[in-house]
């Protein structure tokens, strides 16, 4: 791969071409072509580029996925993530911005990879959630972070429901340290209604549940959630021994 000789291509895209013939042989059923076919293209892409000119790539290409909702396809495939080879790369990239403690970066790394398990770092050497939270507390907090990071105090409260009204999740220390980063938040930012609303309803849901709780369980749940206005499916739970 000539890269510095391709006068009809720009490097960056050399690198959406090489991705995009990845999809293409992945989404044809020749997996282990494709990945043989990445794992090769990058490798020579990273010996090829200059270590300025990649770490350009690399800030476009996060930002298209993450602000611009660009290369969908490249997230949609398999697992939910980026092949390997390209996520190294790009998790190296943010992971070196994010101990530097830059924006959007932080914000990105979360986007990209705080969600789910990362192979490129099974010991989990960063806290993804304290990097959002860096994120948030930034200078350049931006939006999108404000919103991620009240969504991520609704993930925590949505799993803490799960079982209800059978039990808790998450501990009640865990609950109030949410709604206290929430209430901050609002305080602080612009909350979009609708994470507001979902919010609300959180709010009164944890409260109906710690009535019942402390009762005994002799209040009947639901009724206590029709009083507050809300409504409320159980979820299916299973115990095994």
């Not at 990362?118 to 939006?143: I, R, S, T, W």
């Not at 409504?231 to 299973?238: Q, T």
Request: charged share 30%.
């Amino acid at each position: 791969m000539e890269i510095s000789g391709d006068k009809q291509h720009s490097t960056y895209e050399i690198w959406l071409n090489g991705l995009g013939l990845y999809l293409d042989m992945y989404e044809k059923g020749l997996k282990k072509q494709a990945n043989k076919y990445i794992s090769s293209f990058i490798n020579e892409f990273e010996h090829s580029v200059p270590k300025e000119d990649l770490r350009k790539i690399l800030w476009r290409f996060c930002h298209e996925i993450c602000d611009e909702d660009k290369h969908s396809q490249i997230l949609s495939r398999g697992n939910g993530s980026m092949p390997y080879a390209a996520g190294k790369v790009v998790w190296n990239y943010l992971k070196n911005q994010c101990e530097s403690e830059t924006m959007p970066h932080m914000r990105w790394a979360f986007q990209l990879f705080g969600k789910y398990y990362n192979p490129f770092d099974p010991q989990l050497e960063l806290d993804m959630f304290k990097v959002l939270k860096k994120a948030y507390e930034h200078k350049d907090c931006d939006q999108k972070t404000v919103d991620l990071y009240f969504n991520e105090i609704l993930e925590q409260l949505y799993w803490g429901a799960h079982h209800f009204p059978n039990g808790c999740i998450i501990t009640r220390e865990a609950y109030e340290k949410a709604i206290k980063t929430a209430e901050m938040i609002l305080a602080e930012k612009q909350v979009p209604q609708k994470l507001v609303e979902t919010y609300l309803y959180y709010c009164k849901l944890y409260q109906c549940f710690y009535e019942y709780e402390e009762s005994r369980c002799e209040k009947d749940f639901y009724q206590l959630c029709e009083k507050a206005g809300i409504k409320y499916e159980s979820k299916p739970a299973y115990y095994f021994q």
